[in-house]
Antibody
Framework: QVQLMESGGGVVQPGRSLRLSCAASGFTFSNYVMHWVRQVPGKELEWVAV????????YSADSVKGRFTISRDNSKSTLYLQMNSLRADDTAVYYC?????????????WGLGTLVTVSS | DIQMTQSPSSLSASVGDRVSITCRAS??????LNWYQQKPGKAPKLLIHGTSTLQYGVPSRFSGSGSGTHFTLTVSSLQPEDFATYFCQQSYDTPRTFGQGTKVEIK
């Protein structure tokens, strides 16, 4: 069955870096566009970044542009989010999500999420 | 960016009630509208994609309608497991934007 498992979250000081990983299994990872979405607990979902299936195209939200980088290693079926210059307002649960493109586009599978807390 | 606005932000209802949640897009998105359900401490779960297509395994009491800028999620007879927060999302353009959520609570 399809599984997405994030890791790498934790407590980090403002200005520091963190790299999140999302290990995928149960499907051909290289066939799918992948996204990162974050959510302050109890608040709305905020889309963060997207990467094409072969990794050649990426796009990030304005709120993280220039600080966060999305990447993937299809040989390892793993998605990454490199987060630099972290700020307090980056504190959130970070989810990876698979985008399906059957008659439209939608996030059909999500990971459980990993909590990032930016605090001194 | 396309802005998504949901209403109401919360509602109270009883088991068996019919409830509807509205989502409006700041520009036309055709039928590229998805609905997700989220329970506390859990990841969002896809309910409906492409405005009205039920994801596999989702009960038929859920339905979606609309087009362009105005969309609706309806639960025909609310069940105890349906008390949750619901989010709409447009997939017409990148960035993929979400509504602010509608929390469905027990009356």
């Amino acid at each position: 069955q399809v599984q997405l498992m994030e890791s790498g979250g934790g407590v980090v000081q403002p200005g520091r870096s963190l790299r999140l990983s999302c290990a995928a299994s149960g499907f051909t990872f290289s066939n799918y566009v992948m996204h990162w979405v974050r959510q302050v607990p109890g608040k709305e979902l905020e889309w963060v970044a997207v990467i094409s299936n072969d990794g050649s195209d990426t796009y990030s939200a304005d709120s993280v542009k220039g600080r966060f980088t999305i990447s993937r290693d299809n040989s390892k079926s793993t998605l990454y989010l490199q987060m630099n210059s972290l700020r307090a307002d980056d504190t959130a649960v970070y989810y990876c999500a698979r985008e399906n493109d059957i008659s439209g586009w939608f996030f059909d599978y999500w990971g459980l999420g990993t909590l990032v807390t930016v605090s001194s | 960016d396309i802005q998504m606005t949901q209403s109401p932000s919360s509602l109270s209802a009883s088991v068996g009630d019919r409830v509807s949640i509205t989502c409006r897009a700041s520009q036309s998105i055709g039928s590229h509208l998805n609905w997700y359900q989220q329970k506390p401490g859990k990841a969002p779960k896809l309910l409906i994609h492409g405005t009205s297509t039920l994801q596999y395994g989702v009960p038929s009491r859920f339905s979606g309608s609309g087009s362009g800028t105005h969309f609706t999620l309806t639960v025909s007879s609310l069940q105890p497991e349906d008390f949750a927060t619901y989010f709409c999302q447009q997939s017409y353009d990148t960035p993929r934007t979400f509504g602010q959520g509608t929390k469905v609570e027990i009356k």
